[in-house]
């Protein structure tokens, strides 16, 4: 069973949800107060439903080899964008107000999206420096968006993305649940998945048998702009405000600290999106314990430090074979390099 | 074929926009705005980045391996952190202090590279690791932000050193300059520079070779982790204060400052001079913003992106090998 590839995420998740036990009795209660559902899980999933979609995209991203640093200025620049439509419509509350900004919002992470793509696909750019051009460059431009300031607005139908209920549930956790449904059969039911394992595992050989290699890694990162677009309505209309300066800051660290724990080999080839939902539940939980026991918050960064090493640690073969006292003859050739993930440059 | 000479000459191409770049902002901004073009101007890009300089000195070295260090950042704020707290909570006198710092730095800097080298993990996710860790122990220090009222560090803070014509500089910045001169004498003159440029190059070939593989891969990251802690110190001189939020995403400046210099993130190919005219980039567009005075602070991202992506874009058709 410990070979299961989501045991050990899922085996950290509930070992951290029991630890809550010791410090709030009532941690696993769930309650309805008129008509909706209240409690520490209810909690963690709301929050930490951007995360997820964040990390969603991310995944695909890392499983082509890649990497995304500029979902949170993609955060930053959809919230604002949004927001200030929402601002000066006449309208604000009206439902196709806020439809033409969600339209606007995700129609700008396209072309981001496509951008970061393009860049790496065609220009052939490391996608590490790819993507942090745009997240240098986004955040100037999300503040020139909110001109500095902090635009909020009142939209009851813009509330609802992220801080409103539907049939009892957050409508932000039914929103994340279906975009990871669509992932999930988009990639797990067709040959899309296969293929994008296939450009992760060897760029250049998937060409070779045909496979749209340019094609599929720009609609990767187009993909992954979408959802942290997504992400970032979530989280500026959930406190129904847009900071161009500070929302989604140091998200895209959580999203691929989320894609490790769930057992995403950062050198691509291979990804799992259910071990991804279950690492970004991980520092969502990580994050709701640290704020219910009551350590300052700002030392989760020590709690995500140690996360990140030990689960680095687990995953390199080099520290493994050490732990089990199993004396290899260091293979020069035989481990992928440390940069191998950037190794696609050439293609 | 003489394609060593031709890659040597094409390595060059982008430390020579750079500088004519540099050379055109100046002449602009010296136009453009009065008081710009004096010799002061020019001394206090070295004195409002001395510390930029010398972490971005210390990101080039971990970038000709071919690596890259995130945490630089996070250790500049520990670093006037555990300053500030020890010199005004303990009292602790300035010679021990730095020597400390720099000790910290320099060890968890090792340490990364060490667990880089010998798991075979990511730098990234290595440094990222560290950054997180560093970042979280400062706010374990302290929440709040700790200022310094010790006479060694406010004389720090406000010797001039007079120049010739008027014009002075501060400590922080002859101090930055040399740590600039010292790393351009190890990387060009010595042994392990050119162990720097083999190893990013191809670890294959360094490893056939005989070279030191994993001391040099380690000694980058130390070094880095020894500058981003002295970068620490000078901020503290500058800021006067121990901050947990100090020197947020200065990471991306050293790495912004790198690959305006010309320095390939591949690996292998850069010139420390590259970086010191990367720096001095990035300090004249702030100049450049503040003189204009009705640009906003966020239009400094902005170029900076945009000068990225100029510069990479530059970077790839000049090594471009074959076409896709």
């Known amino acids: ?347 | 074929m003489n394609t060593t000479l031709a890659a040597k000459l094409r390595g060059q191409v982008p430390l020579l926009v750079t500088s004519v770049l540099l050379v055109a902002m100046f002449s602009v901004g010296s136009v453009q705005y009065e008081g710009f073009f004096s010799g002061q101007v020019l001394l206090n890009l070295l004195i409002d980045n001395a510390f930029l300089l010398v972490v971005a000195v210390g990101m080039t070295f971990v970038i000709l391996t071919g690596g890259i260090d995130l945490s630089v950042g996070a250790v500049v704020a520990l670093s006037t952190m555990v300053s500030a707290w020890l010199v005004e909570k303990h009292h602790w006198p300035i010679l021990v202090v730095i020597p400390l710092v720099l000790a910290i730095g320099t060890g968890l800097g090792w340490a990364m590279g060490w667990v880089v080298h010998t798991f075979e993990i990511q730098p990234f996710i290595v440094t990222l690791a560290g950054m997180f860790l560093a970042r979280g122990l400062c706010y374990t220090i302290s929440v709040e932000s700790v200022s310094i009222t010790d006479p060694s560090y406010t004389a720090m803070a406000q010797t001039r050193i007079p120049l010739p014509g008027g014009t002075f500089l501060s400590p922080s910045a002859v101090i930055a300059v040399l740590v600039a001169a010292a790393a351009f004498l190890v990387l060009h003159h010595t042994r392990f520079g050119r162990n720097v440029y083999a190893l990013g190059g191809s670890e294959q070939s360094a490893l056939l070779m005989g070279l030191p593989v994993a001391r040099t891969r380690i000694t980058v990251y130390a070094i880095s982790g020894f500058c981003s802690a002295l970068g620490g110190v000078l901020l503290t001189f500058y800021m006067l204060s121990g901050y947990g939020l100090h020197a947020v995403g200065l990471e991306l400046d050293a790495i912004a400052a790198v690959v305006i210099g010309g320095t390939l993130l591949t690996g292998g190919s850069g010139y420390l001079v590259g970086t010191v005219l990367g720096v001095a980039v990035l300090g004249l567009i702030q100049t450049v913003i503040s003189f204009q005075g009705t640009l906003s602070s966020w239009w400094t991202r902005i170029v900076i992106g945009a000068l990225l992506f100029l510069f990479i874009v530059l970077q790839r058709l000049i090594t471009a090998r074959r076409p896709t």
Not at chain 1, 12 to 18: C, K, Q, S
Not at chain 1, 113 to 133: C, D, E, H, K
Not at chain 1, 198 to 217: D, E, K, M, Q, Y
Not at chain 1, 243 to 258: F, P, R, S, T, V
Request: hydrophobic share 50%; aromatic share 6%; net charge positive.
């Open chain 1, 1 to 347: 069973m410990t070979k299961h590839r989501l045991f050990w995420p899922a085996a950290v998740l509930v070992a951290m949800l029991l630890a809550n036990l010791f410090f709030t009795p009532d941690f696993f209660a769930v309650h309805t107060k008129e008509g909706h559902l209240y409690g520490s899980l209810i909690d963690i999933l709301h929050f930490g439903a951007p995360l997820i979609l964040v990390s969603l995209g991310m995944t695909l991203v890392i499983a082509t080899g890649g990497i995304d640093l500029s979902v949170g200025s993609t955060v930053a620049i959809a919230g604002a964008l949004a927001c200030l439509y929402i601002s000066e419509a006449s309208d604000p509350g009206s439902v196709s107000t806020v439809l033409v900004a969600v339209a606007l919002a995700l129609a700008v992470a396209l072309v981001l999206g496509a951008v970061n793509g393009l860049l790496v696909s065609r220009i052939g750019v490391q996608p590490i420096v790819a993507t942090l051009i745009l997240m240098v460059a986004g955040r100037g431009v999300a503040q020139l968006i909110t001109d500095g300031q902090i635009i909020t607005i009142t939209s009851d139908p813009y509330r609802l993305i992220g801080g409103g209920y539907w049939l009892t549930v957050p409508f932000s956790v039914l929103l994340a649940g279906a975009m990871v449904g669509l992932t999930l059969l988009l990639t797990r039911s067709t040959a899309l998945g296969l293929l994008l394992e296939s450009v992760g595992g060897n760029p250049v050989a998937s060409r070779l048998v045909g496979i749209r290699a340019h094609r599929l890694t720009t609609l990767v990162y187009v993909a992954s702009a979408v959802c942290a677009a997504v992400a970032g309505l979530m989280i500026s209309s959930n406190v129904s405000a847009a900071d161009g300066n500070n929302a989604g800051l140091w998200i895209e660290l959580d999203a691929i600290l989320a894609v490790v724990i769930g057992g995403t080999s950062l050198n691509g080839g291979r990804f799992s999106i259910g071990g991804t939902v279950l690492g970004a539940l991980v520092i969502q939980t990580l994050s709701t314990t640290v704020y219910t026991i009551g350590i300052p918050p700002e030392t989760t960064l020590v709690f995500k430090a140690a996360v990140v090493i030990t689960v680095c640690l687990i995953q390199s073969p080099q520290f493994r074979a050490k732990a089990t006292r199993r004396r290899t003859t260091a293979p020069g050739g035989q481990q992928p390099k440390p940069a191998s993930a950037d190794l696609k440059v050439g293609t």
